[in-house]
T-cell receptor, first 114, second 118 residues
Framework: KAGVTQTPRYLIKTRGQQVTLSCSPI?????VSWYQQTPGQGLQFLFE???????NKGNFPGRFSGRQFSNSRSEMNVSTLELGDSALYLC?????????????FGNGTRLTVT | AQKVTQAQTEISVVEKEDVTLDCVYE???????LFWYKQPPSGELVFLIR??????QNEISGRYSWNFQKSTSSFNFTITASQVVDSAVYVC???????????????FGKGTLLTVNP
């Protein structure tokens, strides 16, 4: 079974630009969730999508948004990039959702904002 | 508000030593879930264990064992006879249901970097 796939692996953007990250979950998983990981804050939950609907949301500004398609693939968008958005962005999929079932993580997208 | 504290930022041991990684959590709910994940240098987080709040039974899986104590709000992880391949960041997480059943808050600890030296 293929694992969670995130693209691209690395991104370099400048302040003010926007960026879209992509995540393909494990086949059969309907929940896709997104996380930001930084050395100072560790892992922080951004949001979760389940069957194309946002089901849970962390405490991030509206510049961070996402969506899920009918095939469960998900995208995350960050608009008006700030230097502090530089981080490793991880996507995870699970069978029933973030609260109950184990998360299966991708390798992440390393975003650098200059 | 829920919170997860992993007080040990970094631990360094020599191969074959036993090591315990601490995880202390705060929650007001009686129903919650605790998780441990391993993040090796390659970066991909790997699920290790899930425990619900009603199951205080300790668990052993090979060289890994987990001690869940509600009285002290702790969910500690012990590696017996550590090996170099155990070197990784270990992250503890807490999931707490919000009203409605399908909504959860998920909070992670900041992780403990374990280095096992040969």
């Amino acid at each position: 079974k293929a694992g969670v796939t995130q693209t691209p692996r690395y991104l370099i953007k400048t302040r003010g630009q926007q960026v879209t990250l992509s995540c393909s979950p494990i086949s059969g998983h309907r929940s896709v969730s997104w996380y930001q990981q930084t050395p100072g804050q560790g892992l922080q939950f951004l949001f979760e999508y389940f069957s194309e609907t946002q089901r849970n949301k962390g405490n991030f500004p509206g510049r961070f948004s996402g969506r899920q398609f009918s095939n469960s693939r998900s995208e995350m968008n960050v608009s008006t990039l700030e230097l502090g958005d530089s981080a490793l962005y991880l996507c995870a999929s699970s069978l029933t959702g973030i609260g109950l079932s184990p998360l299966h993580f991708g390798n992440g997208t390393r975003l650098t904002v200059t | 508000a829920q919170k997860v504290t992993q007080a040990q930022t970094e631990i360094s041991v020599v191969e074959k030593e036993d090591v315990t990684l601490d995880c202390v959590y705060e929650t007001r709910d009686t129903t919650y879930y605790l998780f441990w994940y391993k993040q090796p240098p390659s970066g991909e987080l790997v699920f290790l264990i899930r425990r619900n709040s009603f199951d205080e039974q300790n668990e052993i899986s090979g060289r890994y064992s987990w001690n869940f104590q509600k009285s002290t709000s702790s969910f500690n992880f012990t590696i017996t006879a550590s090996q170099v391949v155990d070197s990784a960041v270990y992250v503890c997480a807490l999931s707490e249901a919000q009203s409605g059943g399908c909504n959860y808050n998920l909070t992670f600890g900041k992780g403990t970097l374990l280095t096992v030296n040969p």
